[in-house]
């Protein structure tokens, strides 16, 4: 098991910056990815970033450049700075733990974080 602790959602302006942490308990593989999903209501969950332990960014396509993921594989996190932020970001975020072995597919996830931009 991979316990997930995330911090640092919030209410913000429109235009603002926010940034969320997300603490892993462990890291049972060494080839994994970390991220980002996000869901607002009455919408499906979507990948915001998620970059793997060799270091490679992914970016959902409505980043725009606006979001930066970042990890520390030594200490098990993974950091959303996201700037630039828009009502249509509001949502609540999750991290992700993921990895796959030849048989199965693992995905953990934090408990969420709400991030709400007013207008």
């Known amino acids: 098991q991979v316990q997930l602790v995330e911090s640092g959602g919030g209410l913000v302006q429109t235009g603002g910056s926010l940034n969320l942490s997300c603490a892993a308990s462990r890291s049972p593989v060494t080839v994994n990815e970390m991220g980002w999903y996000r869901q607002a209501p009455g919408r499906q969950r979507e990948m915001v970033a998620r970059e793997t332990s060799s270091g490679s960014p992914y970016y959902g396509d409505f980043v725009d450049g606006r979001f930066r993921i970042s990890r520390d594989i030594a200490q098990n996190t993974v950091t959303l700075q996201m700037n630039n932020l828009k009502p249509e970001d509001t949502a609540v975020y999750y991290c992700?733990?993921?990895?796959?072995?030849?048989?199965?597919?693992?995905?953990?996830w934090g408990q969420g974080t709400q991030v709400t931009v007013a207008s």
């Open positions: 992700n733990y993921h990895y796959s072995t030849y048989s199965r597919v693992y995905d953990y």
